[in-house]
Structures are given as C-alpha cells and as structure tokens.
Nanobody, 123 residues
Framework: VQLQASGGGLVQAGGSLRLSCAASAFALDYHAILWFRQAPGKEREGVSC?????YYSDSVKGRFTISRNNAKKTVYLQMNSLKPEDTAVYYC????????????????????WGKGTLVTVSS
C-alpha cells in the first residue's frame, strides 16, 4: 500500500491550494481516506476524512473540501481561505472509518500513510 501526498507550496493568507493523495497498488473504492497535518512542535491533527460521507475538523470546516476520484485512485483536499495556522506538513492515510471526536477528525484508526507535502501560509 502506497500513498503519496502532493500539491503543497507557499501561499499568502486568504489563498487556496489543492492537495492530492494518489494511491498505488490498491483501489480507493473500499477505503476511507483521512488527511492529517503536523506542524513543527505540535501534535498530529486530523483535518478531514472521506468514506461514504465527508468529515471535517472544526478548524477547517467551511474552508476545506475533501473529494475523491476512484477511477484515478486519488483523493483531493481543496483548501480555501488559508490561514497562517494552517501551515504544516499534510499527509493522507487509510483509516478503518471516519470519526469526529470533540470537533476533530479522529486519527487513531489510521493504517498506512506516506510522505507528506508541506503547506506554508504567509501572513
């Protein structure tokens, strides 16, 4: 199982980026996919998750949109109205199921993830 996140970069506050999560060696159809991020010196934070429905942490709700294209084996994270606090390395992972606890996407059930992609939002 391999997952590769891409699409990160440097953007000004208020800008947008679209991240992609490409899967190889397996079909996405039967997997829930989760995006999480980790900023320097901070704990891992679940951002969004997609199974048959989409789930978001409160910190990104209304600004980020997760989607999937099973034929292309790719999951996307459209990020709008970016803030400096969104700066982090973003990863995608397979997960047993999507859950939101206390307003945050739960990352406890993650199975596989690959290299992340760095998103830097300048003020």
């Amino acid at each position: 199982v391999q997952l590769q996140a891409s699409g990160g970069g440097l953007v000004q506050a208020g800008g947008s980026l679209r991240l992609s999560c490409a899967a190889s060696a397996f079909a996405l159809d039967y997997h829930a996919i989760l995006w999480f991020r980790q900023a320097p010196g901070k704990e891992r934070e679940g951002v969004s998750c997609i199974s048959t429905s989409s789930y978001y942490s409160d910190s990104v709700k209304g600004r980020f949109t997760i989607s999937r294209n099973n034929a292309k084996k790719t999951v996307y994270l459209q990020m709008n109205s970016l803030k400096p606090e969104d700066t982090a390395v973003y990863y995608c992972a397979t997960v047993g199921g999507c859950m939101v606890d206390g307003g945050t996407v739960n990352t406890a059930g993650m199975n596989y993830w690959g290299k992340g992609t760095l998103v830097t939002v300048s003020s």
